[in-house]
């Protein structure tokens, strides 16, 4: 491939990458399914470019503010498998020892600013640590994800205000998949055009094909490097479209059957770059076939050492009150 | 020991903990060369430059929300919001946000913001419904925040000082009309340490616990009484959450009655759940059921007719610790 | 099937609080035998049962009080059952009123010596109730200053300091310088009603010397069977025909004089002052008085008064002279309104036609409710009971 794609070893590890998401992502609709898992899991199921595209342009001591979709972007940035498992089972060995689960996994040590579920939470959040970066003179950045959704909260915009009155290393990654819930994005947004929304804040805007792993690592890119470089903050929208429910299990009312069975047919990410593999020579069928398998059995040990671990002692429930 | 004001005590563990810390910093409206609303950080902008003392757009939400995730990466950010009843703009980020995380991601980050918030109402050129309301107990109920209410300026100078070095969220709540008022402050390094109650008067005959600005009028109160010969204790709670349960029911089984004073709303207030604690822990030591005052169920209103109507006052005080005496 | 009820034992009682059961669940009871203790406004009374048959489905426990009229249990008829399950079993173990239960009693009276049931301690701020408790105070005892007469710290503290004033006055010992003695159910109900008659009537005494020398001479003449109780009796019932202004009840401003004379002797038990009524009074004769008497002390040692014995007085007569009492005030007896107090008799220097002589003396003092009586009224009758008793 030619200078601007990454590396053959990288763009495998990507490839690998979306398969793990996407196997943990099955995985957890089965337990789901199952009855072990309860509460509300939202599957990232479709939207795997956008997290491997970020997270293999950021390095560490960078930071991420992720949300109630958060498993792909924790898995991106390489939050041990296993304990994520053992989280959203609700197990004392998970990331948070049980106590926040699929909507509020956090993984600081690989850069997790932690998930938050409130719509746009974590967009003033991602500021912080930017700001903390622009304080210190590091040259870390911060990624805030946030869906189409966020479009309607307040905080979105308090935030593009902010970060570009004090130039701070910000990426407002938006991940549009035209639903927030049931409601579309055609409908509920007057905006419908970000890249004017970012003029409008005065700072730079990308819009990317966000089924694209490498357009999106691209653009991810480009954003980074400008905001390391003291450039300050960018706004990427990555068109996108998740395959399952906002939640495993929803009606899914908005939308028809054909238009997702449609969307997997000709939108799902991980064929997309498959072709663009075998097209471009970097790996063969074989090669990719494998990446896959290892990638399912790293989420069956997952699953095992969940189901092994054990459940918080109901003693140990007022741990953590304060620090 | 020198004397200051609240206001001045404020200011004081502000700059010295800035001083002392460099990952303190300062975020919050016309904080910087203005001074802020009330004038408590003037100066500061001079000695510690603006990136230190950063002033905000009008955006609650975002700019708590900038704290938390400064917290996160490891400041120790202090946010002013300018009126307490304002903060109800950034209670998702205080709430939600700032208090659980610790807890919700199981203990892998703290949180060590303090947001500073002056409330209150009494005498201050009648602010009015959105501008003097007593909030401790909107923050009180949340698990995971620690809530703050001093009374005098040593109070305010030492817990402040022990707010930013602790780390958990603090909401530190001001009391605008006692930033004039001027009380001895101990020099050097003066810490007072969080979740302790303070004896402010002793006494043997009844107990009155208040906060705030109640706890001048109770001192009142107990000056009035004890020429009537009923000597009042009067405690001051100092930190709303966690309360110090202990010193208040060791006082009560000495006096066996007790009078609960705040200024904010009684209903679902402080107050109430200090009566709760007297009753569970020292019931067989009461001679009277305890005595709940607090602001009338009404919006703070204009006209200061209106408004000297609805809160407590010494007299009222003075009042209940009489019941309590069968006097 | 019977229904035993609550009954009106008093003209003005409205519901009677049961003492005791003095019969259990499933015994066999005879028509006329006592079956529960019941506490009136004015004493303590035994009711018997109206019919036999086995007690079942006791409805009433222990201290509780019942509206008269209501049913407290029944008493069945083989194969019958009763229609509710029973809500107590048995007879209680300690009691203010000396009952036998049961089997004979021959004159034994049974130790007051067991506290009365409590039908519940004063109210009382919580730590005064502490403090009692610790310093072992009867809280009964003490005066409540607090709203509603709550005993309140302060009171419990007063009483303390009234006993160590009281203790300090008295020979040192190791011991306690007091003993609580408890007040029984007809103590505290008695002086709950003197007191109130205390408060509300407004009492005026006229007292008068008795040459009783035709009494002692009766008397003697009986072989001393007639005791000058009964003697006084008979002419006080006499003077009573008369002057039936004082044989009357105050009753909410009513005055009512009564056709029968109905004399209640107030006799020491061990249980309280009681009152036992001679009925018809005026028509028997000084033996005839003292045959009822002598019934009705019996009765009071055995502890089984039966209903109609306390009820229906109109007025009352109270001697202390075997206590070597000369004179005293009796408090009168409401709704009652008068009520005579008579003392020793006793030697004494009396005027007869200008000289001296020693004559058997007594000397009575009458009380009257000032609200029906004046002394232009009272004192005819007092004078009429002097003529009686020194021309018999």
């Given at each position: 491939m030619s200078d601007e794609y990454p590396d053959t070893d990288t763009l495998l590890k990507m490839y690998a990458c979306m398969w793990r998401i996407r196997h943990f992502e099955e995985a957890a609709g089965r337990l789901y399914k199952q009855g072990l898992i309860k509460g509300g899991i939202h599957a990232g199921i479709g939207q795997e470019a956008v997290a491997v595209g970020v997270a293999f342009a950021l390095q560490p001591g960078d930071w991420f503010a992720s949300t109630h979709r958060g498993h792909s972007h924790h898995i991106a940035a390489g939050a041990d498998l296993n304990r994520l498992m053992a989280e959203v089972r609700a197990k004392e060995t998970g990331w948070c020892h049980g106590r926040g689960g699929s909507m509020h996994v956090a993984a600081f040590e690989v850069g997790s600013l932690g998930a938050y579920p409130?719509?746009?939470?974590?967009i003033p959040i991602a500021l912080g640590a930017a700001l903390t970066q622009k304080m210190r003179g590091t040259d870390r950045v911060a990624v805030t994800y946030f869906g189409?959704?966020?479009?309607?909260?307040g905080t979105l915009y308090e935030c593009l205000n902010l970060a570009s009155i004090w130039k701070l290393p910000v990426l407002f990654m938006?991940?549009?998949?035209?639903?927030a819930v049931a409601t579309s994005y055609e409908d509920s947004s007057?905006?419908?055009?970000l890249l004017s929304l970012a003029k409008t804040f005065n700072l730079p805007g990308i819009k990317v094909d966000g089924q694209e792993v490498l357009a999106v690592h691209a653009a991810a890119g480009e954003a980074i490097a400008r905001a390391r470089r003291g450039g300050g903050p960018t706004l990427v929208e990555a068109d996108t479209y998740r395959f399952?429910?906002?939640?495993?299990?929803?009606?899914?009312?908005?939308?028809?059957r054909e238009e997702v069975e449609e969307k997997r047919r000709s939108r799902d990410p991980i064929p997309l770059f498959e072709k663009l593999l075998l097209e471009k020579g970097v790996a063969e069928s074989r090669q990719l076939r494998s990446l896959a398998e290892a990638a399912a059995q790293q989420v069956d040990q997952a699953l095992k050492f969940a189901e092994e671990s054990p459940s918080p002692l109901a003693e140990s429930s007022g741990d953590y009150v304060y620090a | 020991m020198p004397e200051m004001t609240y206001l001045q005590a404020i200011h004081q563990a502000l700059a010295e903990e800035m001083r002392r810390d460099p990952d303190v910093f300062l975020l919050g409206e016309d904080i910087g060369p203005h001074g802020g609303a009330f004038g408590v950080t003037r100066g500061l902008v001079e000695e510690f430059g603006s990136e230190r003392v950063r002033d905000t757009p009008v955006s609650e939400n975002s700019y708590i929300g900038m704290a938390v995730g400064a917290a996160l990466t490891g400041q120790r950010p202090v946010a002013e919001i300018?009126?307490?009843?304002?903060s109800a703009l950034a209670f998702d980020q205080i709430v939600n946000e700032a208090a659980k995380v610790h807890y919700m991601f199981g203990g892998q980050a703290r949180v060590p913001i303090v947001v500073r918030m002056p409330q209150g109402g009494l005498s201050?050129?009648?602010?009015?419904a959105n501008h003097s309301q007593s909030v401790e107990a909107w923050y009180a109920h949340i698990p995971g925040l620690k809530v703050v209410l001093p009374s005098m300026p040593s109070d305010a100078k030492g817990l402040l000082k022990a707010a930013i070095r602790d780390d958990s969220p603090v909401v530190f709540l001001e009391h605008k009309a006692l930033y004039s008022f001027k009380g001895d402050v101990p020099e050097g390094d003066h810490l007072v340490p969080l979740g302790k109650a303070d004896i402010k008067r002793p006494g043997a005959n009844c107990t009155v616990v208040a906060s705030g600005m109640m706890v001048h009028f109770a001192l009142q109160a107990a000056e009035q009484l004890s020429r009537e010969g009923i000597e009042v204790e009067v405690i001051d709670?100092?930190?709303?959450?966690?309360?110090?349960?202990e010193t208040l029911a060791d006082s009560v089984r000495r006096t066996h009655r007790a009078v609960l004073v705040q200024e904010?709303?009684?209903?679902?207030g402080a107050v109430e759940d200090w009566a709760v604690h007297i009753l569970e822990s020292c019931f067989e030591w009461l001679d009277a059921a305890p005595r709940v005052l607090g602001?009338?169920?009404?919006?703070?209103?204009?006209a200061d007719a209106l408004e000297t109507a609805i809160w407590p006052r010494p007299e009222g005080i003075a009042a209940a610790v009489r019941e309590t005496c069968y006097a | 099937m019977h229904e035993v009820v609550m009954p009106?034992?008093?003209?003005?009682?409205?519901f009677g609080i049961l003492?005791?059961?003095i019969r259990g669940e499933g015994a066999a009871i005879q028509q006329g035998e006592p079956l529960f203790a019941v506490e009136t406004d004015k004493a303590a009374v035994t009711v018997e049962a109206e019919a036999s048959g086995v007690l079942s489905g006791i409805r009433v426990r222990p201290g509780e009080e019942v509206p008269i009229g209501a049913v407290v249990a029944y008493l069945l008829e083989t194969g019958e059952t009763a229609p509710v399950p029973a809500v107590f079993s048995g007879p209680s173990a300690g009691s203010a009123l000396s009952v036998s239960h049961g089997a004979e009693s021959s004159s034994n009276v049974k130790a007051v010596a067991e506290a009365p049931a409590v039908r519940g301690s004063p109210a009382a701020s919580p730590i005064a109730r502490r403090i009692a408790k610790e310093r072992g105070i009867?809280?009964?005892?003490v005066r409540g200053t607090g709203p509603a007469a709550l005993i309140v710290e302060r009171d419990v503290q007063a009483f303390l300091g009234e006993q160590a004033l009281l203790s300090s006055h008295?020979?040192?010992?190791?011991?306690?310088p007091y003993e609580v003695v408890p007040l029984t159910d007809i103590q505290r109900t008695a002086g709950r009603r003197l007191a109130e008659s205390m408060r509300e009537i407004p009492f005026f005494d006229l007292v008068a010397e008795i040459d009783m020398s035709a009494a002692a001479r009766l008397r003697s003449a009986s072989g001393e069977d007639v005791s000058y109780t009964a003697i006084f009796l008979h002419a006080t019932a006499k003077a009573l025909r008369d002057h039936p202004r004082l044989n009357a009840h105050m009753i909410e401003g009513e005055l009512r004089c009564y056709r029968e004379i109905n004399i209640g002797v107030a006799i020491a038990t061990e249980a309280g002052l009681l009152v036992p009524v001679v009925h018809g009074?005026?028509?028997?004769?000084p033996s005839q008085i003292q045959s009822a008497l002598t019934d009705l002390q019996n009765k009071a040692r055995a502890g089984r008064f039966a209903s109609a014995d306390l009820t229906g007085g109109t007025f009352t007569l109270s001697n202390l002279g075997m206590f070597d009492v000369d004179a005293f005030r009796a408090i009168v007896?409401?709704?009652?309104v008068a009520i005579l107090a008579v003392g020793r008799v006793v030697d004494r220097p009396n005027v007869r036609e200008g000289q001296i002589l020693v004559c058997p003396m007594a000397r009575v003092t009458l009380s009257a409710d000032h609200r029906a009586l004046d002394g232009a009224t009272a004192a005819p009758f007092l004078e009429q009971l002097r003529q009686l008793l020194e021309t018999l």
């Open positions: 409130v719509v746009g939470a974590g189409d959704g966020a479009l309607g909260q938006c991940e549009n998949n035209h639903f007057a905006v419908r055009d399952e429910g906002h939640y495993f299990g929803e009606p899914q009312v908005y939308r028809t | 300018m009126f307490a009843d304002f201050w050129k009648s602010a009015g709670p100092r930190t709303i959450l966690p309360l110090d349960v904010a709303v009684r209903t679902c602001g009338a169920d009404v919006p703070v209103p204009y | 009106k034992l008093t003209h003005d009682m409205k003492l005791e059961w009867d809280l009964r005892l008295l020979a040192h010992t190791p011991q306690a009074a005026d028509g028997l004769s007896n409401p709704p009652e």
